[in-house]
């Protein structure tokens, strides 16, 4: 070996696969909201603002190599690999659970707290337990992330990105329920918020 060059282990480290993993549902998420249809209703920019600057918050807790210090950086859980595989299965249960409740959508999905053309109350697939499978699903994804970290930056992100997305739904059934009427109430009363019945 040449003196001054160095050699980088090929291996992916567990944060490498879960940036990987991340990347790659935020790419898929970029592309398919190319097919959604026209909105009907629109939001204010200044609450779509705020939402962006949460989730960017979100993941910088979560990457960020900067940013664990202090608190930030202490352990809610010992390293372990069993905890580590756990947390990258957990995360990609998460966002399998995304895709899933995206498909189901259709072209009903938006990133925008707003109804479409034609809009329809879906009750397939992981709609058919939760009102809210995009989220419950980012917020699992989250939980397995955090956990892979075992730092309590994870808990952080977790914590901020819970509370946008309670505030979020409860915007939006505000607004299915005065589209749908009790068909919106009756479904309310058969599946779960963010967890199952």
């Not at 505000?174 to 589209?179: A, F, G, H, S, V």
Request: some cysteine; glycine content about 8%; proline content about 5%.
């Amino acid at each position: 070996m040449l003196i001054g060059v160095t050699t980088r282990d090929p291996m992916l480290t567990p944060l490498d696969i879960l940036k990987y993993m991340w990347l790659v549902f935020g790419v898929y998420w970029l592309l398919s909201a190319r097919h959604s249809s026209k909105s009907i209703t629109h939001e204010v920019p200044w609450w779509r603002f705020g939402r962006l600057l949460i989730l960017a918050a979100t993941f910088m807790l979560l990457f960020a190599t900067w940013l664990p210090v202090g608190p930030l950086a202490w352990r809610f859980a010992p390293q372990s690999s069993t905890l580590t595989c756990l947390g990258l299965a957990i995360t990609f249960a998460g966002l399998v659970l995304c895709v899933s409740a995206r498909l189901h959508l259709g072209t009903n999905w938006s990133d925008k707290v707003v109804l479409k053309s034609d809009h329809q109350l879906i009750r397939t697939g992981p709609y058919k337990f939760l009102r809210h499978p995009i989220y419950s699903g980012v917020l699992l994804a989250i939980v397995g992330t955090a956990l892979a970290i075992g730092q309590w930056r994870g808990v952080a992100a977790l914590a901020v990105m819970s509370i946008n997305y309670v505030i979020k739904a409860r915007r939006e059934e505000r607004i299915l329920t005065t589209q749908f009427g009790d068909a919106y109430r009756d479904y309310q009363r058969t599946a779960g918020f963010l967890f199952p019945r």
